[in-house]
């Protein structure tokens, strides 16, 4: 790869990071967002087709957590066979930010899998989904199936 490939590909990288935090705010403020490992299981397992877009986050706490690596393997085989575009964030203290750092109950929020509910006509609806989506095609065009995403500093 050439060095204009590589400053390419970072410069792309910081617009999905953008463009992932608008949607995940945008989603949110619509109620288009499940958080939560076990939250965004039972709505994949109930009805796939509502889902539109995944994200699964981890940091280096979370890297040796066997059970929570098994979630995502698994997670990451149903997207692909539901045709979900899927993302890797590698900063979940961010995503916490971003959604709010808490439940409603106080309890730190579990942000390791997000889904995006599918838009429809009198519901969600968002560009950035749009933009997520051609960014994970061009990825899976590169043979990077599960693309990670830094997202932006505040």
Known sequence: MTLEGVRGQEYTMQLAGKTLEELLVSAQSQECLTVGVYES???MNV????????VLATDEE?????????????????CFDNGIDIVRVNDTQRLAEILGNTDESGEPKDVHC???ANPSADTFEDPALEKLSLF????HSFNEWVP???LPER
């Open 136 to 139: 994970c095609e061009e990825c």
């Open 148 to 150: 990670a995403i830094t």
């Open 114 to 116: 997000i889904l995006v």
């Open 62 to 78: 979370y890297e040796g957590d066997i059970a929570l690596q098994i979630h995502f393997t698994l997670i990451q085989a149903f």
């Open 47 to 54: 009805d796939p087709d509502c889902v539109a877009f995944c």
């Open 41 to 43: 299981a039972k709505v």
